[in-house]
């Protein structure tokens, strides 16, 4: 019965935690209400109720029947016993108290890492800003259409800049082998990004030197500062060449600072942008809303 009880206080415990606990919880990660229910349903409930049920018996009848095993003469004489007698007995439930508490111990360190780590993923600073930022597919519109909807669309009071890529910004890269220029006998991989004018500006990436680029990039390319430091030890990367695995050569306009895409699922590999991002099949379009 003792068992039962405390069992149903978990089950009733669980089942308040998970009607009030997601919604703010989701609040804080994304910082509005979801746009789904996330209230469990009866089926939910009847799971519950089922764990609890078996784990409450479970609990409660194995000291039950342990009990039932007891040479009351050979206890009260300080031998015998459950364990093979009354030392024994000390010795294994000391080995079980230490087993538990070796295994919580383990939980505890585990979920604080696990905090730590959203929290971090959470707060920290990715190198870009991706608030107040709208991502829309586009699919099958040539170049004119689109300059057209990113004439209108910079009409709109509170739109701040557009831009556009090959895929959903950040988070799809095209990771390939390159041969630093003064160091041709060596390979570096790096994160390719398509990359349209203004490009930077709308996702919140700082230049450090050079400049975004515009219309009239052809074969150009903005280097992160780690990839900058890898490839030109010597000299600065503005203005000088660099060739794609597939023969394009690239002309460096910009040095950008590094990002983390990383802990949001991508690559780790230093950044390349290259312009233009514009293939008139599948692009991205993202635009950078004033806050508020």
Do not use: C
């Not at 150009?220 to 600065?236: D, M, N, Q």
């Amino acid at each position: 019965t003792e068992s039962l009880v405390l069992a149903a206080i978990a089950g009733v415990l669980s089942w308040f935690i998970i009607n009030k606990l997601p919604e703010p919880l989701a609040r804080y990660i994304i910082l509005r209400a979801p746009d789904f229910p996330l209230i469990p349903d009866w089926r939910v409930l009847a799971w519950i109720s089922a764990i609890v049920l078996f784990i409450g018996l479970l609990a409660g009848l194995a000291p039950a029947l342990e009990s039932l095993k007891v040479d009351l003469v050979s206890s009260l004489k300080g031998f015998g016993g459950n364990f093979g007698g009354a030392a024994g007995t000390k010795r294994a439930l000391g080995a079980l108290v230490t087993a538990q508490v070796a295994m919580s111990m383990v939980l505890i360190v585990g979920a604080g890492l696990l905090s730590r780590a959203e929290s971090r993923n959470l707060h920290g600073n990715p190198g870009y800003d991706p608030r107040h930022v709208a991502v829309a597919s586009l699919q099958r519109i040539g170049p004119v259409r689109i300059a057209g909807i990113t004439r209108r669309i910079l009409r709109i009071p509170g739109v701040r800049s557009v831009a556009f890529s090959d895929s959903f910004p950040l988070l799809n890269a095209d990771n390939v082998d390159m041969r630093p220029p003064e160091r041709p006998e060596a390979l570096q991989t790096v994160a390719v990004y398509p990359a349209s004018p203004r490009f930077l500006e709308t996702m919140g990436i700082p230049l450090v030197a050079g400049r975004e680029f515009t219309t009239d990039d052809s074969h150009a390319a903005i280097v992160s500062e780690t990839l900058a430091r890898l490839f030109w030890r010597r000299s600065g990367p503005l203005g000088k060449q660099l060739a794609l695995p597939d023969g394009t050569a690239l002309t460096i306009v910009g040095i950008a600072k590094d990002i983390e895409p990383l802990r949001f699922g991508d690559s780790d590999n230093p950044a390349l942008y290259r312009s233009p991002a514009i293939k008139g099949i599948q692009n991205v379009m993202s635009i950078r809303f004033d806050p508020g």
